[in-house]
């Protein structure tokens, strides 16, 4: 199920739920910069400045499971190796266009 909700303008909260793997549903949910500059307007302008997203839910979250490509990705190892014992309940990704 995908949802997109308009918060204000230039700004849209994206919103995606997977379906459940036994217990366990995937939620993807994005803040997305609709604005666009005009020509010669500043980039910096058409920003949003820090952000932030809290998210609450009746049920527990659980950790993401770790990729399939261990064991292939020296970094890869090494993360897994450093963060073990660390629940990796969500993923903050910086989007430049």
Not at 16 to 28: D, F, I, K, L, N
Not at 65 to 75: K, N, Q, S, T, V
């Amino acid at each position: 199920m995908t949802q997109r909700e308009r918060l204000t303008d230039g700004l849209e909260l994206h919103t995606v739920v997977r379906p459940a793997r036994g217990e366990v549903s995937s939620v993807t949910v994005s803040l997305v910069n609709t604005h666009r500059p005009a020509k010669g307007e500043s980039r910096d302008e058409a920003s949003w400045f820090r952000p932030r997203l809290v998210v609450r839910s009746s049920e527990p979250f659980v950790d993401r499971p770790l990729p399939r490509a261990y064991g292939i990705d020296e970094d890869l190892e090494s993360h897994a190796l450093l963060f073990r014992d660390v629940p990796n309940l969500a993923v903050g990704a910086r989007g430049a266009r």
